[in-house]
C-alpha cells in the first residue's frame, strides 16, 4: 500500500473505506470513495501522466485545480483537472499531452 494512501482504520476522522476502480489507459487502479483522481493517481505510484509541450513530465502542481499541470481525459471527457474530479467506480481515464492536442 502507497504510504499517501491512509487506511480507514488509522483516520483520525473515522471515514469508512469504499473501494473503487478506475482505469488509466486500460489499467485499472483501485482508490477509495471521496479521492480524486489525481489522489488515486498519486497513491498507485504515479508522479506524473502527461507531458508539456517540451516533452517535460506533468502531474500535480498547485493540486487545486489552478495550473491545469493535471489534465486528463475522463470518460472522453478531455482536459479534466485530475485535482478536482472525485474519481468514480469505473471511471475510464486517458493521459493526455499538449502535442497529441495540436497545442504550441
Ligand atoms: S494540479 Fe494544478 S490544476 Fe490540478
Redesign the pocket.
Known sequence: MSPRLVRADADAVGRRESPLTITVDGEPLDGVAGQTV?GVLLASGRRSWRTGPSGSPRG???????????LVTVNEERDV????RRAQDGDAVTTQSRAEAGER
Open positions: 489525481a500535480v502542481f498547485c493540486g487545486i485545480g489552478v495550473c491545469f499541470d493535471c483537472r485530475a485535482c478536482r
